[in-house]
């Protein structure tokens, strides 16, 4: 960053920036990750790149989630919406309504969270985006838990188990969390051994038929 400044890079600068938070978050360094997003947004805003604004706000947004704070980061999950949802980026529009998703289940809002689910799912589910598919179907799975659904739950989480598992994907943070609150949920509310049996099933749906379930939720 030095050199960048030293050269005037301001696109370099903006850049550095926003790679300084993310490595701080990386590290759980919220404090300082947070720092470095602040500025990034402001080295953005100055060049007019909107699309990297949002971006960095969708950064922010998992570090305030990660940190305890739900409603900040549905607030800088919003303002990235905001951006996202004027371009033709499935795949970030995606992303950020499945975040927006897990911040309103966070904080209770359900049905705000079920039209959060939905909209990624039409976008994902037509792009053929597996990653963002089986994300929204994991948040739906929740609300279903949550609702009293936990049969459709259960299915829904075989499917995306079944999934994660074929494309060697991981969860992230938000993922997890959800991942967590979701096994709490289904072993209140179900037997021993019918949280497997039930997801057994769900494994074997196709995509179609999982998304189909979800919309239900």
Request: glycine share 8%; aromatic share 8%.
């Amino acid at each position: 960053i030095t050199a960048m400044r030293d050269h005037g890079d301001r696109v370099g600068i903006a850049s550095c920036l926003l790679l300084q938070g993310l490595s701080a978050y990386n590290h759980g360094d919220f404090t300082i990750g947070r720092q470095f997003y602040y500025q990034a947004l402001v080295a953005y805003k100055a060049l007019g790149d909107e699309i990297t604004t949002a971006n960095v706000l969708g950064n922010l947004a998992e570090l305030e989630f990660a940190d305890g704070h739900a409603e900040q980061a549905l607030e800088s999950v919003t303002s990235s919406l905001a951006i996202t949802s004027r371009g033709k980026d499935a795949t970030d529009l995606g992303i950020d309504y499945n975040n927006s998703a897990a911040y309103h289940i966070a904080l209770g809002r359900f049905d705000e969270a079920r039209r959060s689910v939905r909209a990624s799912l039409k976008l994902a589910h037509p792009e053929r985006n597996p990653w963002n598919t089986a994300v929204a179907l994991q948040h739906a799975a929740l609300l279903a838990a949550l609702i009293g659904d936990a049969p459709n739950a259960a299915q829904l989480l075989g499917y995306v188990n079944a999934q994660f598992k074929e494309l060697e994907l991981e969860r992230e943070t938000t993922e997890k969390w959800g991942y967590e609150r979701l096994m709490a949920a289904l072993h209140e509310r179900l037997k021993p051994g019918e949280t497997e049996r039930l997801a057994d099933r769900g494994a074997t749906w196709t995509e179609n038929e999982a998304v189909a379930e979800a919309l239900k939720v």
